[in-house]
Structure formats: structure tokens, C-alpha cells
């Protein structure tokens, strides 16, 4: 079964970013609840070639705005894993055109 998700983390001042909303099927993906988001951090969910990947394309997401991400793995709250297509990430500006936080969407994704 593929599903498709959208995630935000908040993009603060942390040095973890933390997940501030999700979808239903976000929360699905992840296995957890909106109450228990705050707690998972990307590093937690995104595995080893996902976050390097994320690192090197942040550059890109600040100056263009968004990034595609090629098919990888993320591991549920509980530990499963998650593989997704693609995913997309972006920047989300507030009213004032600074950054509010970057959005994630993870294309036909399923539990392997």
C-alpha cells in the first residue's frame, strides 16, 4: 500500500530540529501520535545516507526554496523502516518572508 505524506519540522534555533505538525498519514508513517511528534527528531527517523543528503541539498533549500530527495529508507517511531520513492522538502517563510520551518513530502512511501 504507497501513501502520501507531508510532514513540517520547525526550523529554529535548535540544535535538533523538532516535528511540529503532521497529516495522518504522516503520523501513520512515523507510528506515533500529533501529542508524541514534538518528541522524534529528523535525526531519529532519516537513516545515514537520508540525513547526508539532506545536509548537502540544505544549501539548495535555502537559496532555491526546495529540494528533491532521492528514494530512501526512514525508520517509524517504533523502528520500522519506511521506504519512500522520492521525497521533496522546501521552505515555509511566515509574513514577514522569514523562514518558518521546512516542510517534508515523502512520495509512495510503505513498511518494508
Given at each position: 500500500?504507497?501513501?502520501?505524506?507531508?510532514?513540517?519540522?520547525?526550523?529554529?534555533?535548535?540544535?535538533?530540529?523538532?516535528?511540529?505538525?503532521?497529516?495522518?498519514?504522516?503520523?501513520?508513517?512515523?507510528?506515533?501520535?500529533?501529542?508524541a511528534l514534538q518528541d522524534i527528531s529528523l535525526e531519529k527517523i532519516l537513516d545515514e545516507?537520508?540525513?547526508?543528503?539532506?545536509?548537502?541539498?540544505?544549501?539548495?533549500?535555502?537559496?532555491?526554496?526546495?529540494?528533491?530527495?532521492?528514494?530512501?529508507?526512514?525508520i517509524s517511531s517504533m523502528g520500522r523502516p519506511v521506504s519512500y520513492d522520492r521525497a521533496?522538502?522546501?521552505?515555509?517563510?511566515?509574513?514577514?518572508?522569514?523562514?518558518?520551518?521546512?516542510?517534508?513530502?515523502?512520495?509512495?512511501?510503505?513498511?518494508?
Open positions: 500500500m504507497y501513501h502520501f505524506l507531508i510532514l513540517y519540522y520547525a526550523f529554529d534555533l535548535q540544535p535538533l530540529p523538532v516535528f511540529t505538525f503532521a497529516n495522518q498519514a504522516g503520523l501513520d508513517m512515523l507510528e506515533t501520535t500529533l501529542v545516507n537520508g540525513r547526508k543528503r539532506l545536509c548537502s541539498d540544505f544549501t539548495q533549500i535555502m537559496q532555491q526554496g526546495y529540494a528533491y530527495l532521492p528514494a530512501g529508507i526512514c521533496i522538502a522546501w521552505k515555509v517563510l511566515n509574513d514577514e518572508d522569514v523562514i518558518h520551518c521546512i516542510a517534508f513530502m515523502f512520495l509512495n512511501w510503505s513498511f518494508v
